[in-house]
């Protein structure tokens, strides 16, 4: 796998002389020279270091209560045993990951058994950074089934299935959802399975009436389910409800499959290997009528079907995956950007001068303006995703409160909270999930070949990664959705309509933005005012939503590109105004963290909205032409030189220990050569010099010549026998 | 792995009743609905196809000859009981993919021994595309081993190890590339492994000095090699004379490691796990002085060293790396455009009336937005890196008739045709890497959750490509060197002098591009005129270069990000050049390709080149601003319409066949879900629906209570007993 120099490029050898090919005298001839001294570097440049770690940490999560659990937790998975990360897994098998992820499981159900809720939420959380099969296939039971049937079910029935059968602590009963079809992804009310009543028995009777109805992609259905939540069409008397949401058992207490269920494993995946994916075909199974859900939809003794009026409350708690994603992508991009700017610091290459020591990788201006922009993006999305899981916890529990109370008023609220979720998670959801995968790509490629190395972790996480572009909301179909929310939002606004208890109150502005002929940011001064920033993206959003207005009577799929743009200008816009705030309430003006969250925040906003988005802010005269440039090359420079010099303490703020990385070239004393060669050797035996197949290679080098394997057959001898 | 659907979100809800949910009649309540009928869909589109794909193909491929071979090579592989692909192969652990790719290299060893060359090469080719593994460890001997003897060595150096020895048709010697080191990845001149000469025995002992210098992903070194190529500094008396080139046996002829080698397994990777990439340590490796590589630089027996005047040519023979893998973009960028074509052609989703069928996937317009500037932009890829293939073929042609004969005016121009190679080699290389890495991404993501699966291919094909924007070059440092060149050509240019036999030339209107007050493109018309759009984008590498010169002066470090623009603008002038060419050369003016092709070149350069560089082409005032909007948005979607009918043809027209695209649900015959589910059946055998750890499983969800497993030592009777 040779990197074929570029330094042997003709064009260059033209010029000058390279400096390392000119003879020179050297001291001796064998094993004279000095070897890379990566710690060194890695050491110096943390001693720069010159704020509180935790002040720092306490900023990014949110609280101290909060950081304090996060320190804890890291601290106990690296201690146990079954938890915490090994280089020897980047070698496992399908098989063999499974297994872990089951002995994990395993560990962790007794953590659920004994630990708060919330901790163990959190623990999760960690967990799914450094194993997402893990994390998937324990939230598909205790997320997405318990949180449907919490959801779409009643008190009693959620109670029953969660406490009672005690699949709210993985014992007894292990739920999977059986949504998403082979047909049908994004578009679960078109799923086909059928429920169709059977007044004569009081039962329903689930069929999978073609191969398009099949269940599939079903998570922990190959294997581990018992029981799923299946998404079917409610039918009585021949009359098709629409889809509603049935438990049906799958296994028995043996975990030998039920008669009319057809399960098979989806098999190899590009990533999540771990995960047991089934697909499922239900053949005329009978469940008794009160496996229904029926919070919101009831079918009575007599087929009587009763409809629901407040249905949509139902997916506030499936929202979580969204939030939860969100919430992720910064933690990847923390485990990312650490990795990769250690890995800059200790790396050497090319020196500017002759007979000076090589450039460390960080010191080339291209490689700060390609890390630095993810590592203040990560920033940003720590604050950000903070926020949106306080704001999703605080609507889930009054809900809960609206409901048991019968509280009309804050049910109300309750509403208008959910259609803010709707957006604000769809929005971040989709947004960082999509930023995380190019910040995890273009930290690889940061680190040269040993980025495509498995023991540094990158090829592993970005094929485990990626699939949350598509699940629980396709990027694109819930940014398109986020962005026509937003249009119309802006359109009510217009219309004189003024938002309240909504995240989208910024858009009350939208009618003198979206007029202002200014622009707003017309100075290189102008680039430095957040509240101006803000200003600029709400004025883009404002007046890019009134241009598309009267396109979108005739079709808002004509404007799908500029839907997606829209959310994630909305997202940017959620991210910094948090930023902003934190920074406003939590960092003290004379506090030493604080010059270098402003230079972050400035980072972050330039490399990550204003300049991705010129031309918009061009067209729309947002931004005057004058300080383009300034914003796409010269500022961002600037920041990026601000920034250089810390990014070691910037990253340890992450606080993430070397076991929670799980990179060899990534670990915190920078020892880059060292502890890679040692743990692949470790890893790889050297002893082990021939391959397993090596005969069939050598029976290959070692072959006789082509004339002899054809046993003469096509020798001058033969064509003279052959040929008379 | 469910996709929590976009339609249930609260905002629509709203709005009105989704139709799937409004309460229907239906005819009977199990199993009487029709399934899905994506071959129809196909069947019906491919009907479409008024143009012959024989001419399509030729197009494609340059000429007759060799579209014929690739059609028959395509057959060949196909029928090939060890050649061709299969699905489980999915499914292989990295010893099991391993040991395919040795038994595959055998295989093709017996087609190089009697195939012509050329044919056998292009065989190699194809084969890279459905298993790159094969291809870089055959590559790493016939290629970069071979290349670099025949580059660096003496014609009776090559033959003896080439033929003589029969390296050349993997007999007897296999050799790799030993150039990269653990801690030298793109600063190959700065190799730290050495070479001294010893003139007592007239050997060169081969040593590593430290564990920076430690050779690292050295493809087939950890099982394969007999032999390496090793980069190491030449000393000679104390002197150290910089990066030349030793044949350094490894194993005996036993395939035992010989004494002073260690070698060990690189391990595990995020793709090519078929390759044995290994690490090389030398301990004091002797080497007799004839084993070095002198065709430039030579050492005597007294120790005298000569030192090359052209060497810079000896890495003409290794750029054949790079154009293969800017060919190996085209193929992939057809392989995967058809996959999510097809299926964006046989998937519906959504309905966009009530009652109606739901839509086919193509038929959304952000979905035509995301794929079809790929398939155009494949189109390009085509025809340029076919020119590049011709163009490197000649050169190295020219030179090897130039050094027999002598012929110093043709040494001349292949010196200048060399300069050529290495900017248009590293500007399509890097650029169309990066972009083929991105189209695998994209159409992975339009096709969903089905993306995902391994058997789709994408998740493979992304793992073994994205090393190819690191290898044999990383991307950046290529693209700023191809920068760096294009700025000092446009320098020279405005100082003057005249471009001859470059295919730079057409910066010879650099000193009146630049200059010129009037945009090129300032009204839609213009965007039609292929012409016109290629002085735009020489005006804007000129008008760019020009700007960057100054700056240059102080610092090309500073000016990396521009520089890598540069090469990319490059890239594209390249292709689209010669598309038009071609287009004018071949297609004659009735022919009922011409019209498909013009909208495809269109789309080509409109969506990759006009559009997402537009705030450069605004900024150098190239572009008008009033025609901004029409060129990201408006026209995008006009040529988009334009393709779309004709998407299964366009595909169709790449002719690979369904075991070389090597997707269930991309086959030709658009069976998506019949295709998938039975291969799926097939690979994972439905009757283990037990996991093979399900034991452990199974007891963890029947353990009994907590209270028993801790022994009720906790219970209150406990308590009541150990508090007195």
């Known amino acids: 796998m040779a990197m074929l120099s570029q330094s042997h490029d003709g064009h260059d050898h033209q010029q000058k002389k390279d400096p390392d090919t ?41 609280d101290e209560g909060k950081s304090e659990q996060i320190l804890r937790l890291y601290q106990s998975i690296e201690r146990d045993p079954i938890l915490q990360t090994r ?52 939230l598909v039971n ?33 739920g999977c959802f059986g949504m998403t079809e082979l047909g049908h992804g994004s578009n679960v009310a078109g799923c086909e399975t059928t429920a169709t009543f059977d007044e004569k028995t009081d039962e329903f ?24 939540v299946c998404y079917a069409r409610l039918i009585v008397k021949d009359v098709d409800y629409g889809v509603k949401t049935f438990i049906v058992p799958l296994r ?51 087929g009587n079907v009763t409809l629901p009026p407040l249905e949509q409350l139902s997916y506030i708690s499936l929202l979580e995956g969204r939030v939860g994603m969100a919430t992720d992508s910064y933690r990847i991009g923390a485990r990312y950007t650490t990795i990769a700017l250690r890995y800059a610091v200790g790396r050497r290459q090319f020196s500017k001068k002759a007979g000076e020591p090589e450039t460390k990788l960080i010191d080339y201006t291209l490689h700060q303006r390609r890390l ?81 190395s498995s023991y540094n972790g990158f090829g592993k996480t970005y094929d485990d990664w990626v699939v949350q572009c598509t699940w629980e909301g396709d990027n694109n179909v819930l940014a398109m959705s986020a962005g026509k929310t937003i249009i119309k939002t802006v359109q009510q606004v217009l219309n004189g309509k003024e938002l309240k208890d909504s995240t989208l109150e910024f858009l009350n502005a939208a009618p003198e933005l979206s007029k202002a002929k200014k622009a707003v940011i017309r100075i290189k001064d102008h680039v430095d005012d957040v509240d101006r920033v803000l200003k600029a993206i709400a004025g883009l959003i404002s007046k890019f939503s009134k241009d598309l207005i009267p396109i979108s009577y005739q079709s808002w799929d004509s404007i799908g590109a500029q ?18 705030d934190r920074l406003n309430d939590k960092i003290k003006a004379r506090s030493p963290a604080r010059p270098h969250l402003e230079n972050i925040i400035k980072l972050y906003y330039v490399t990550n909205i204003l300049g991705p988005f010129i031309d918009e802010f061009l067209r729309f005269g947002v931004i005057s032409p004058q300080v383009a440039k300034y914003i796409t ?19 340890d703020s992450f606080q993430q220990p070397d076991n929670f990385i799980n990179s060899l070239i990534g670990k915190y004393d920078g020892n880059i050569y060292t502890n890679y060669l040692e743990s692949v050797k470790d890893v790889n035996d050297p002893f082990n010099y021939k391959a397993p197949y090596s005969e069939a290679l050598e029976a290959m080098l070692n072959r006789s010549a082509l004339e002899n394997r054809e046993r003469s057959e096509r020798a001058k001898a033969a064509a003279a026998i052959l040929s008379k």
């Open 142 to 174: 205790i997320g997405l089934f318990l949180n449907c049937v919490r959801g779409n079910g009643t008190q009693k029935q959620f109670d029953f299935w969660s406490n009672k059968k005690e699949a709210g602590i993985v014992k007894q009963l292990y």
């Open 22 to 62: 000119t003879p020179k005298q050297v001291a001796d001839v064998i094993s004279s020279q000095d070897p890379p001294h990566p710690a060194k570097d890695v050491a110096e440049e943390r001693a720069r270091t010159d704020w509180d770690l935790k002040e720092m940490h306490e900023f990014l999560e949110g």
């Open 205 to 228: 009777i689930i069929d999978t009436p073609h191969i398009g109805a099949t269940k599939w992609w079903i998570g922990g259905a190959a294997h581990s389910a018992t029981h799923t």
């Open 252 to 302: 028995d207490s043996r975990h030998s499959l039920l008669p009319g269920i057809a399960i098979g494993d989806i098999g190899a995946k590009m990533g999540r290997q771990g995960v047991d994916n089934g697909w499922i075909q239900f053949t005329e199974v009978r469940i008794p009528r009160f496996f229904m859900l029926q919070r919101w939809c009831k079918v009575d003794r007599q």
């Open 633 to 651: 090359y010269e500022y961002p420079q600037k920041l990026c030189a601000n920034v250089r010099p810390y990014v070691i303490g910037l990253t």
């Open 372 to 452: 630095l922009p993810y590592l203040a993006l990560t920033y940003a999305a720590a604050v950000g995703t903070d926020r949106l899981e306080r704001q999703h916890e605080e609507l889930l529990a009054n809900l809960d409160i609206a409901l048991a109370k019968k509280d009309k008023l804050l049910l109300k609220n309750t509403i208008t909270g959910t259609k803010s979720m709707f957006v604000d998670s769809g929005s971040l959801k989709s947004t960082l999930t999509w930023l995380a995968a190019d910040l995890i790509n273009e930290t690889r490629q940061a680190c040269g070949g040993h980025g495509y």
């Open 563 to 580: 839907r997606v743009i829209l959310s994630k200008l909305r997202c940017h816009y959620y991210l910094l105004e948090t930023f902003n």
């Open 87 to 138: 280089p020897e897994q980047f070698d496992y098998t399908q098989k063999q990951e499974r297994e872990l992820v089951a002995n994990r499981i395993n560990q962790m159900s007794k953590f659920l058994e004994t630990e708060p809720y919330g901790k163990f939420r959190r623990r999760l959380q960690l967990m799914t950074v450094i194993d997402p099969s893990l994390g998937i296939r324990m």
